[in-house]
């Protein structure tokens, strides 16, 4: 989201597709659409048009969807399933997955054309596990949005909540708090 707020196309669609969500069999006509009895269905590229699709899980994304997906962003169109006229694609594709995509590929279940597509400006983000020094400034952003934004009541975490290298640092102090709903 942060991508898509801070460029040319912020005022513009932010279409989000969950593939570890999307049925077996159905991967296509999510991205793609559908054209059938006269009746168009708009898939999440058409729907992101001018904005941008946020592919989370792509790992997810079934093998005939990946090179379809792969030839759209090759050729710059697509057709909808049961369609006959090209569609232009006109959105920024950005994609996210938890797994190694380059194992992936060499295992023949991620297409490697698409892992080039998609790989022109990776993004490596750590595990929380890896940077549990971030763990406090992410709980107390959680806990300013439940305060300030949603307008719930202030609860404190107890100390056994807290990460244990927090523990240490924060022994007498107040330690991170919460809002609850339901008071």
Same mark, same amino acid.
């Given at each position: 989201r942060y991508l898509h707020h801070h460029s040319a196309r912020a005022s513009q669609p932010?279409?989000? $597709?969950?593939?570890?969500?999307v049925t077996k069999g159905g991967s296509a006509f999510e991205l793609f659409g559908r054209e059938q009895d006269g009746k168009v269905e708009y898939g999440k590229l058409e729907q992101a048009a001018g904005g941008t699709l946020f592919l989370d899980e792509i790992a997810e994304l079934e093998i005939s969807?990946?090179?379809? $997906?792969?030839?759209? #962003?090759?050729?710059g169109e697509f057709l909808r399933v049961g369609g006959a006229a090209?569609?232009?694609l006109n959105a920024?594709?950005?994609?996210?997955?938890?797994?190694? #995509? #380059?194992? #992936?590929?060499?295992?023949?279940k991620f297409r490697e054309d698409l892992f080039y597509q998609l790989n022109v400006v990776p993004i490596k983000i750590p595990s929380l596990v890896e940077r549990k020094e971030d763990v406090p400034m992410l709980l107390q952003e959680a806990v300013d949005r439940f305060n300030l934004v949603d307008r719930l009541p202030f609860r404190e975490f107890s100390f056994a909540a807290q990460p244990r290298g927090e523990r240490r640092r924060a022994k007498g102090s107040r330690g991170a708090g919460i809002a609850k709903a339901g008071g």
């Open positions: 932010f279409i989000v $597709l969950n593939a570890s969500g969807a990946q090179a379809q $997906l792969e030839a759209a #962003l090759e050729t090209p569609v232009k920024r594709v950005v994609a996210a997955t938890a797994k190694d #995509l #380059l194992r #992936l590929v060499s295992e023949n």
